[in-house]
């Protein structure tokens, strides 16, 4: 590990890279890097601009950040982005356990091991959700002391209703405070709601393309399921939305002339915890080997939630309230376990799966409570097998590319 190094640069450089070798090689496929390199040249040359830079909780939706004209920085995405990249996250995870338990979870770990390097370029302030998990709860407010930072914590409710709403809209409204301290300016309404009509059209377009991907043979590459995390920490931006257009009128392109992205599509798979971050490629390896077309995930299983009128405010806060609670990690994976149970069967009933992935991250220690009824709760009300297994999404020194192949060979084989 070099000395020294500013990792928002090196992710900045990478991505950079990444995108001009896909232009070169697959031009039409440009527009996947692009929304990329657009989202990481704008957090690295934020402060060159004097423009303040927060980071945030992928729980935290970033339409509120985007109206104060400041540049959002989800933490958990640079982690998952450094995965994928040469130098991996294993020094900050390394940096982070002579701290901490080894046991928390690797993106947690990371963003500490960041903090703790120095590597990490300081913040002007860090907003978090109190969800979905322990590990994340710890280690924000950590994150932002040792950085020294201020920070503010978005109280999230066990229970999810109308209560629940009103409670985290009033939550919204003190992290507007705090964003007016931080960046010292008052929000600006008609900035706000410009930012709330680029997040209802990125919520319309997502909900699109989940409907796409119901047809089969399913026209839209299982890859593409993991590159909308950007929708998460991305949404309020142009950029996104471009993105989303992109991808929606290339799948609707595919299913109108009854074509699906695969020769010849043999199984639809639900994937249905998280994604392998350091090798997307698995996706791919899936498909040509197998035939095998993952139709969703449990990140990519998006609701919409539009926001009717931006210029009310008290449907603002509530709807941004209640993104919080309802995007995927939070509303899945915070409990109660009927909410993941009723996501699984919904996507492996809409979108026609004839098998389940649950590829466990060691670090989500909620999710592994539940694996087992989800697992007999498929087997019961479909009839279909599921493969389980435990990895960390992060860091292949756990479980490698090969070992996670050679798990999904063996029961690719079986099922067939």
């Known amino acids: 590990m070099k000395e020294g190094i500013d990792i928002l640069q090196y992710v900045c450089h990478s991505i950079r890279h990444i995108a001009e070798r896909t232009a070169k090689k697959h031009p039409e496929r440009g527009w996947m890097s692009q929304v990329q390199r657009l989202y990481w040249d704008n957090v690295c040359e934020a402060r060159e601009k004097g423009i303040p830079l ?12 985007y109206a104060f004209g ?18 991996g996250v294993g020094p900050y995870v390394d940096i982070a356990q002579k701290y901490i338990p080894d046991h928390l979870c690797a993106l947690n770990k990371t963003g500490i091991g960041l903090a703790l390097s120095g590597d990490m370029r300081k913040p002007d302030g860090l907003i978090y959700a109190a969800i979905p998990c322990d590990s994340a709860r710890i280690a924000y407010p950590l994150i932002a002391e040792h950085l020294g930072v201020p920070h503010f914590c978005v109280d999230t409710p066990y229970e999810q209703n109308e209560r629940g709403y009103e409670y985290v809209a009033n939550e919204m409204r003190g992290a507007t405070r705090f964003l007016e301290e931080v960046t010292g300016t008052k929000l600006d309404w008609n900035r706000l709601v410009k930012v709330i009509e680029h997040s209802n059209e990125a919520y319309e377009l997502i909900s699109q393309i989940a409907e796409l991907r119901k047809i089969v043979p399913c026209p839209l590459p299982g890859r593409l399921l993991v590159l909308n995390q950007v929708f998460g920490f991305q949404i309020g931006s142009p950029e996104v939305v471009e993105f989303l257009k992109a991808q929606y009128d290339m799948g609707k392109e595919k299913a ?13 798979i639900a994937w249905i915890q998280n994604p392998i971050w350091f090798d997307v490629g698995i996706y791919d390896w899936m498909e040509k ?11 990519g299983f998006q609701e919409s939630l539009p926001v009717v009128d931006p210029w009310d405010d008290t449907e603002v806060y509530k ?9 995927p990690m939070p509303h899945r994976s915070s409990g109660p376990a009927e909410f993941y149970m009723e996501a699984v069967t919904q996507i492996i009933s809409e979108y026609k799966c004839n098998a389940a992935i649950f590829a466990g991250h060691v670090g989500c ?3 592994w409570a539940v694996a087992k009824v989800i697992k ?7 009839g279909i097998p599921t493969l389980t297994f435990d990895v960390d999404g992060l860091d292949p020194r756990y479980r490698g590319s090969e070992s996670i192949k050679n798990r999904i060979k063996d029961f690719m084989e079986m099922i067939q």
């Not at 927060?54 to 339409?63: K, M, N, V």
């Not at 109108?256 to 639809?268: A, P, V």
């Not at 080997?289 to 990140?299: C, E, K, L, R």
């Not at 709807?319 to 995007?327: I, N, Q, T, Y």
């Open 54 to 65: 927060i980071l945030h909780s992928p729980s935290f939706s970033p339409e509120l950040i």
């Open 256 to 268: 109108q002339r009854n074509e699906g992205w695969l020769r010849e599509e043999k199984f639809r």
């Open 70 to 87: 400041a540049v959002p920085l989800c933490l958990d995405s640079l982690a998952a982005r450094l995965a994928s990249l040469e130098m």
């Open 376 to 382: 007999d709760m498929i087997s019961d009300r479909f």
């Open 365 to 367: 220690k909620h999710t």
């Open 289 to 299: 080997q197998y035939g095998a077309m993952v139709t969703m995930d449990a990140f």
């Open 319 to 327: 709807v941004l309230g209640k993104r919080v609670l309802r995007s």
